[in-house]
């Protein structure tokens, strides 16, 4: 008879590998059904089984791990190889594989099993100032902290090992990182610079970069171009030629200005660029062409007064993303003679409540697919806080635009706790786009557009739908500031205004 306490020559590790088991049959169990569904559409070629054969065998023989060596390191290692399969799962397009339909109870089940890592407590940065930034590397090898006190901090993500501290990276706080590649990253600061760095040779800097005149808080990077993009509270966007860099800088040109700027973002193919501004304004380039700059000489459209939208400038009904201008070279005397691929459109989006009432929208983000845009928007009176997701109208999967003069419609948002006010609270989207980690207080909160954690495509609401919450972590003493997913291990970063950084992973 077991009397519900293990006795002494228990194994204390035996009841977690027995949930990794219980994961695994969950695993198979899955991929039966898959292949039950699919039934007529089935290959017939043997090399088409073979391939799948293989995958699921791989699958099987990453989740044994070490075949009862050690369940310790063969629980460690089942958190990576349960998190690269899900995405072949999700990337590949094998004759099996259903990239809408792939395992969403193992997903549902990883992320609301997100739980600090026992060892995160290592990576304390109290005595560097807030934590205003952090950003993995493409490969997931090096995490990046941004410090309120002028110094960049690396991390080993994976063992919390501190890698090293870039001392004075700037004269004032720094704002933004940005990774060019998995060696060479860019960051911003309040001292109005840019600086470039070599991972291979962290004792100085690649180059530093003039060109605003006042706080640089955003930095982009356009891999078609290899241009880095960078915009600052002088209401400036500047390009600069990384092509053509030396140890005295690289040739940069102002591609785009207006005033109130607050963040800017480049879609994930950079067929775009948005720009948020402290007076609820979202502006939108089309077609973006950054070797040709866009002159704007005229600001009466965003010192517009906020009123119904007309028939020329949107359709107008309750599901609509907003009143929406657009300047393209045939009508913008300030633009004849340029490419018509640069159209910006002004977008006054709709915010849950703050329908008659002026917001701030202070964090911008992009969906990884680039299917959506992700807002954090404030009231004036910073009585308020949303987070709010808009559905981009074109480019999306195919159905029936519900507003089709307008680019972006609000699917999805929630009331945020207004802790921290006058504070920018960073949100991000998971690598695979199904999950938004959001800033909350002392902690953070993982929410779903649904309650599979389902692709935003499988969970458009014919109506302005809430987002779900998966979970809430509070592991933190001071007000989360900043938050960002590993692009390949299923970790998630946290840091907060005393200066702690927290690292999450599931736990079973």
Known sequence: MSSGHPSDNEDPEEPRAARVDELDDDLRHEEEDTDEDKGSTRPSSPQAGQESACVQGSTRLELAGDGGTGSGSRVSSMYD????????????????????????????RLYSSMSPATDSMNLSTQTHGAVFNL???????????????????????????????????????????????NRLFATCSDDTTIALWDLRKLNTKVCTLHGHASWVKNIEYDTNTRLLVTSGFDG????????????????????????????MRLTPDCSKMLISTSSGYLLILHDLDLTQSLEVGSY????????????????????????????????????????????????????????????????????????????????????????????????????????????????????????GRGYIKELCFSPDGRLICSPYGYGVRLLSFDEHCGELVDCIPVRTALLREVRSIYSHSDVVLTTKFSPTHCQLASGCLSGRVALYQPHF
């Open 236 to 263: 400036n966007v500047i390009t600069w030629d990384t092509n053509r860099f030396t140890e005295d800088g690289c040739p940069h040109k102002k591609f785009f200005h207006t005033r109130y700027l607050m963040r």
């Open 81 to 108: 190889s349960l998190f690269s399969w899900i995405c072949r799962r999700t990337i590949r397009r094998g004759p099996f594989v259903d990239p809408i339909r792939d395992q969403f109870r193992t997903i549902t």
């Open 135 to 181: 950003e993995y590397s493409p490969d997931g090898s090096v995490l990046t902290v941004a410090c309120e006190q002028t110094e960049v901090l690396l991390f080993d993500p994976v063992s919390s090992r501190h890698i090293k501290t870039l001392v004075e990276a700037h004269e004032d706080c720094v704002n933004n990182i940005r990774f060019l590649d």
């Open 300 to 419: 009466r459209i965003l010192r517009a007064r906020r009123a119904p939208i007309g028939t020329e400038g949107s359709s107008a009904g309750p599901r609509s993303g907003g009143s929406r201008h657009t300047i393209d070279s045939k009508v913008h005397p300030h633009r004849e003679g340029l490419s018509p691929r640069n159209s910006l459109e002004v977008l006054t989006p709709e915010i849950p409540g703050e329908r008659d009432r002026g917001n701030c929208i202070t964090s911008l983000q992009l969906h990884p697919k680039g299917w959506a845009t992700l807002l954090r928007c404030s009231s004036n009176m910073d009585d308020q806080e949303w987070t709010c997701v808009y559905e981009f109208q074109e480019g999306a999967p195919p159905r029936p635009p519900s507003s089709p003069r307008c680019s972006l419609r609000l699917t999805h948002y929630i009331e945020e706790a207004n802790v």
